[in-house]
Each structure stands twice: as C-alpha cells, then as structure tokens.
C-alpha cells in the first residue's frame, strides 16, 4: 500500500439473515431473491478489491454495556448449527496483529475496547452470512470480528475511526463490512410484530445510508431505535467512523422486508479525503455550543451541582465552603427572588438526586432519600460528585467528558406510606419498594417507563427484591430542576 495512502478500499453495508441461505431457508430464501442477487454483488466487489483483512462489525458477537469486544486469537470457526445447517461451517484466521494494535491504540484513547473478555470462540451468524456470500468469491483475507456495545454512537463511531488508524499503521488494505439487519417491527405478521416506528425506521436508514449522510446517524434517538427494534445501527454507526473524513460513492442496492425484518444493502466506493466529512469532531463542537448555552440558563439548583462535579473531576478539588458556593452561583444566575433561593438551598435540609447524561445516554445518577447533610446546597455538592465517580454502573466521568454533561437535580419531598399500588402515579410520584433491609427507589416521569408496574420492577431490580417477595410502598414528589 502507497504511504499516506487511506487503509479502507471498500466498504458495504449488509443484513444478516440465516434465511437467507439454501441450506438454512430450504426453499424460504427464494422470496428474497433480489437480496440474495445484490449479496451477489456485494461479495463481487469485494473480491475485486482483495483486500488484505476483512473488518466485521456485529450485533451477535459478545455485547457489554461498558466495552468493545475484539476477537483474539489466531484462528475462527463456526457453523450453523443453531439453524439447523452444522454442514455450513468456517474456518479462517483473525488478523490477530491488527486486533493487538487495535487494542493498544484503544486503551491510549481512553476508548473501553479490547480483547478481554471473550465468552464465546465460536462465530456468529451476524459473521457467518456476510462469509458465505463473500468466500464463495474470495478468501484470501483475515478477518478483523469486533463487537458492539452499549456505549454511545459517539464511542462507536470512534472506534470506526481507531480501525482505520490502526490499519493504516500497519499497511493493511482492509475492507469494511456493516453486518446488521434494520427494523424487526415490519409486519403484524412478522416473528417480531409490528411497531409504526419500523417502517420509519427502515425508510430513514436507507435514506441516510444510501446517501453516505453519516451525521444523521446521530439523529435516531435510543428511544426510537428500542422501539424500531433495530439491529445494526451502531455497526452501521462504527463503519462511518471507519470512513472518517473521506469522500464516498454510495449505492443502494436493495431494501426487502418480506419475512417482517428490514434488510438493506448499500456499498461504498471510497473517494478522495474530504475535510466537510468529520462527522463526530463537527458535531461535538455543536453540542459543546449547545451545552455552553444550556449551562447559562441553568437555575441555581443545577449549577452548585455542576461547579461541584467540576471542580472535583478537573481540579481534584471538593467544595468546602458552601455559603461561598450558594453565593457565586446566585451572582451569575437571574434568579427572581434570590433571597428565597437562598434560603432553600442554605436552609432546607432534604434527600436529593444528581442525574448526568451525555450524548442522550445517563452516565451517572446517585442520591440520597432522606437528607444526611446540613442543607440542600450540601446534599448537591456531595451527590454531584458521587455520581461523577462512584455509580457502580459507569467508569468515572472524565475532564474531556465535562463539557458534554447535561445535568438534572431532583430535590425530594418527605416519603409517604401508600397501601397499594393505585396510589402511585408515573409522572407525578417518585417510588420506594422495601422487602426487609431491601430497598429500592426509581425517580418519576423518566424517558422510556411509562407504567406504574414497570416502575415497581425497576425499583425492584435495583434492590435486588426478587418477583413476589412481599414489599411495601411508599410515594414521594419531587422538584425537579434543568
């Protein structure tokens, strides 16, 4: 490969369907011909490209919530078995140098991603479909198999741009697959049922896919996705990355869902470097604007929080002097009735949550029910802090991550008993479920639980109270403060 030369000759996005194969669907995959014919095409191209490795991002690999998972070792395998076709089996070899370099280059980042943690050897089908068609046509190549995770698109799109870097480092030319299926919410019919958000979902994909658009990417939010019951979008998602700041020839070659589940395949042919394609560095200057702006219309309660998580995480400093604090902050703020401000947040005693969230995803929630400082000023100033490096959930918040952090503070009412659960209202009340010295407790009116019964769960999970233990309720208001 010519020096400086960019290390992605190709990449293609592709769905994954068993079904797909004759000796999986067994007559079934001839409804879906026209996909079948444009996987044709796809491995086609790729055997004309010859690439050096094969990069597969999929779904069905190891998923953590916190971390990439990169397949070590030097050799793959697997069949499918599990659908009913063990005759269909692979074997090949992982480029296991450019999974090392990968993994070094991820931990110099401060990216979660790496080759620790592997559960399962054996291939997956969100890998095996792509090979079928692909080493029908060439195999010559070493496979690069990295999972997705629960982290942000943001995270995944920077690990597409490490891929690239890495394999720049070591010469390869590397092709990049896109494994993942769209919506699974096609058809009333379908094995997954119908959700409107399917179709919404596939006709966006495919638009912004097949226009090469990748900073719209950004724009599907985790709530719609859920509902979508999407697949690939995150993989989608890393392959953009991958793509950074390089100009590209998309084509759309086909859209299907005839078994309920939305298939598209689009290819791209890699293009001159383009700078108005940094996607990820745009549109965090954008958001950091976005921030900077909410911050300034922040009411009191919010910013002694955030000045506390910051001079902690950027300073290494804690926020002794409290009067000082509440003082500086009613200096900056339009507050209407300052004096009455004070005496709230100087005066009040009460249990108070912290909630940060960064690119529409929490990343950090601890508070307290009842008060255990001298004031609501205190319980913020602590908790903020908590919640930026002691939620068990999250690694700790970051000085590069502070100027991404949204902030809400929840400022509790007094807990009282209820009978039953009809007392409870979603929206309006908080919840506290006891069993024993078990407690748990859920904040109201959050994104995405819509019912008094899935807030009784969740605060439940997160005591550890098991299904049908015997509990006892209590309710709480809350003030809530942007």
């Known amino acids: 490969m010519a020096e400086n030369s960019f290390p992605i000759v190709g990449a293609f996005m592709v769905p994954h369907p068993p079904i797909i194969l004759p000796e999986v669907g067994r007559g ?52 499918l078995s599990r659908f009913g076709a063990p005759q269909v089996e692979f074997s090949l070899d992982y480029d296991a140098t450019l999974a090392d370099t990968l993994s070094v280059m991820a931990k110099m980042e401060g990216l979660r991603a790496g080759t620790e943690g592997e559960r399962e050897k054996e291939l997956d089908h969100g890998i095996m479909v792509p090979l079928y068609f692909i080493m029908q046509k060439y195999s010559e190549f070493r496979l690069l198999r990295v999972g997705l995770s629960g982290q942000s698109l943001s995270e995944h799109y920077r690990l597409g741009q490490l891929i690239t870097k890495a394999a720049s480092e070591l010469g390869r030319r590397v092709v990049y697959v896109a494994s993942g299926d769209l919506s699974h919410k096609m058809k009333e019919d379908g094995p997954y049922g119908f959700a409107p958000e399917g179709p919404q979902y596939d006709d966006r994909i495919m638009q912004v896919m097949g226009s090469g658009n990748f900073a719209e990417l950004f724009d599907f939010s985790e709530d719609f996705c859920d509902r979508a019951a999407e697949c690939g979008h995150r993989s989608f998602v890393m392959m953009a990355g991958a793509l950074d700041s390089r100009a590209v020839t998309p084509k759309a070659l086909i859209h299907d869902a005839t078994f309920g589940v939305g298939y598209g395949i689009c290819t791209y042919q890699i293009g001159e470097a383009d ?44 926020l002794n ?48 029910i009842l008060p255990v400082t001298g004031c609501v000023a205190e319980e913020l100033i602590r908790n903020a802090v908590s919640a930026a490096t002691e939620d068990p959930r999250f690694s700790p ?86």
Request: with cysteine; charged share 30%.
């Open 275 to 318: 700078e108005t394609r940094h996607f990820l560095s745009d549109r965090n200057a954008k958001k950091k604007a976005e921030i900077a702006e909410q911050h300034n219309a922040q009411d009191p309660w919010v910013r002694v929080a955030r000045k506390s998580l910051e001079s902690f995480v950027c300073g290494g400093l804690r």
């Open 321 to 368: 002097d409290i009067n000082a604090t509440v003082e500086q902050v009613l200096s900056e703020s339009s507050a209407a009735d300052p004096e009455s401000v004070r005496n709230e947040l100087l005066n009040k005693r009460a249990g108070a949550f912290v909630s940060l969230h960064k690119d529409g995803q929490l990343r950090g929630c601890i508070g307290t």
């Open 28 to 79: 079934e995959e001839k409804k879906i011909s026209a996909t079948t014919a444009a996987y044709e095409t796809v491995a086609d191209e790729i055997a004309a490209l010859r690439p050096d490795t094969i990069v597969i991002s999929s779904p069905h690999t190891i998923l953590y919530s916190d971390y990439f998972h990169i397949s070590p070792g030097l050799h793959a395998h697997g069949d």
């Open 397 to 482: 918040v970051t000085p590069e991550e502070v100027p991404f952090l949204e902030y809400s503070v929840d400022v509790l009412g007094e807990p009282e008993d209820i009978e039953s659960k009809e007392a409870l209202d979603v929206k309006r009340y908080g919840v506290i479920v006891t069993s024993g010295y078990k407690r748990g407790l859920l904040l109201p009116d959050l994104d995405g639980v819509d019912t008094v019964d899935e807030q009784i769960a969740i605060a439940s999970r997160k005591a550890g109270i098991r299904p049908g233990e015997p509990v006892t309720l209590q309710r709480f208001e809350v003030i809530r403060h942007h």
